[in-house]
């Protein structure tokens, strides 16, 4: 009996809990889960609850996350550009190095790249789903031509 009042509550704060995500659909290219609203104020997604692993550069771009009301919003990108913002090495990790990649002048991606024998491994964010596999490979490729140039 006590169960069962019990229950109403608990599904009522397991459903508020995930209530303010959102995933941005940028296009063909990409998807960015795990947005949420918290204090009145659009938090983008966040690795450790400390590292930022998706940026918003552009003002069109977050006026249009902030007015969606969709659990889905899908935005139509101006173009299919990127641009390698920033790469240094790890100071935590040798053969470690942090890239973030300008997606558009709209989003900033931050990548982890791993050097392991000859072999680069490239990791985007996991709240970070490429739906364009050609464009994750350009990017890739771009990332490693840079780390070699510099090693």
């Known amino acids: 009996m006590w169960l069962r009042r019990l229950l109403l509550p608990a599904c009522v704060l397991f459903w508020a809990a995930g209530a303010g995500a959102a995933t941005l659909v940028y296009g063909n290219l990409l998807e960015v889960r795990g947005i949420a609203w918290q204090?009145?104020?659009l938090q983008m997604p966040l690795s450790r609850k400390?590292?930022?692993?998706?940026r918003l550069l552009d003002r069109s771009l977050y006026q249009f996350l902030v007015s969606c009301q969709e659990e889905k919003c899908?935005?139509?990108p101006v173009g299919k550009e990127y641009n390698i913002f920033s790469l240094r090495a790890a100071?935590?990790?040798e053969n470690?190095?942090?890239?973030?990649?300008d997606v558009n002048g709209q989003l900033l991606i931050t990548f982890l790249i791993f050097k392991r024998a000859d072999?680069?491994?490239i990791k985007p964010p996991d709240e970070v789903l490429f739906k364009d596999k050609g464009f994750l490979e350009a990017i890739e490729h771009s990332l490693k031509n840079q780390i070699k140039a510099h090693i």
């Open 39 to 41: 204090d009145g104020r």
């Open 50 to 54: 400390k590292y930022a692993d998706v």
């Open 74 to 76: 899908s935005f139509s």
């Open 91 to 93: 100071k935590t990790r």
């Open 96 to 101: 470690m190095w942090i890239a973030q990649v």
């Open 119 to 121: 072999a680069f491994s």
